[in-house]
């Protein structure tokens, strides 16, 4: 009787991770997009990140203790998550009072009315931010101009690439005409452009994927499905009519394409869990994003697209599980 069989439940080998662990580990992934926010913006994005994330905390804290009735869950970070990023997704110069309704439609509707972390179908930063684009839309769309190392934001607004492309194709103009109005695609890049304080800077970004990537937080499935879609299908566009339909690199690094492949589109709540449904629920995004720049109502489409895959993302990871071992 010296060798026992033990049984135990799993998981029988643990990786040291744990959800606290995994939310910090985002939150310093979006360290460097929300410093070049800051370069650019100067305090009107400190000032609607600190209301963000302070709403955040208060609505989860007081939904959690007087409604749900369960132990507090601030320190594991995904209301910090939540904040940081609603507030990314925001101009510089939204009223503060618009960010608080923002920060509790995002906890109490986004994330508490499924109950809670881990059972929340929609991202929540996303269902605050569609929430005050339709609910202020003219707020929603006035855009800072960006100047760098601002400490007092003059107050001057300006439209963004997308902007200028939807509202330039509309009244007739040709593509080629309109990209000489706008920053270089180096400017781009680094994020001198109009825009949500969050979603300026392609190397900021990609230095936080290339983190959470190196931490094993994401995969790559998602993000570059999610982009390969938009590239292949835009540069076609382009290819069939280049002054109608601009190139697949303006799309890329204008409007909140990569934020939203990198931070939003990653959600492991909202997302499947299969490789190949990732890939699926990537080219989605991708799709709908592309349709809705090149012929919907609004400039920009990212968020929409989120939302609407993360509806069908149980569906995908019902379809698109791997094959039980064992079986034929």
Do not use: C
């Amino acid at each position: 009787m010296e060798h026992k069989l033990v049984i135990t439940p799993s998981p029988h080998i643990h990786s040291g991770d744990s959800m606290k662990k995994i939310m910090w580990t985002v939150v310093w992934a979006m360290i460097p997009t929300w410093l070049v926010g800051v370069y650019y913006f100067g305090l009107g994005a400190v000032q609607v990140t600190a209301v963000a994330v302070a709403a955040v905390l208060f609505f989860e804290w007081a939904i959690t203790k007087y409604i749900l009735k369960k132990p507090p869950t601030l320190l594991d970070g995904s209301a910090m998550v939540t904040g940081i990023l609603l507030a990314m997704n925001l101009p510089s110069n939204l009223p503060v009072f618009m960010v608080i309704i923002g920060a509790f439609v995002a906890i109490a509707i986004g994330k508490m009315s499924f109950g809670g972390l881990g059972q929340n179908l929609f991202n929540p930063a996303l269902v605050g931010r569609v929430f005050l684009l339709i609910s202020f839309p003219a707020a929603m769309t006035t855009w800072p101009v960006p100047k760098a190392l601002t400490i007092v934001p003059d107050g001057t607004t300006g439209a963004t690439p997308l902007g200028i492309i939807k509202e330039g194709i509309r009244n007739g103009e040709k593509v080629p005409d309109l990209l000489d109005q706008m920053p270089s695609m180096l400017d781009m890049f680094l994020g001198n452009m109009g825009g949500s304080f969050g979603e300026m800077s392609a190397i900021a970004i990609l230095l936080g994927l290339a983190y959470m990537m190196y931490k094993k937080v994401v995969t790559w499935h998602v993000p570059v499905s999610l982009v390969g879609t938009v590239v292949i299908i835009t540069g076609i566009m382009h290819l069939s009519d280049p002054e109608i339909y601009a190139g697949p690199t303006f799309h890329v690094l204008t409007g909140g394409l990569l934020l939203g492949a990198v931070f939003m589109a990653t959600d492991m709540v909202a997302s499947p869990m299969t490789r190949k449904g990732q890939l699926v629920y990537g080219a989605g995004i991708g799709l709908i994003t592309v349709v809705i720049r090149l012929w919907g109502a609004y400039p920009e489409g990212i968020s929409f697209a989120i939302l609407l895959m993360n509806g069908w993302s149980p569906l995908i990871s019902r379809y698109m599980k791997p094959r039980r071992y064992g079986t034929k």
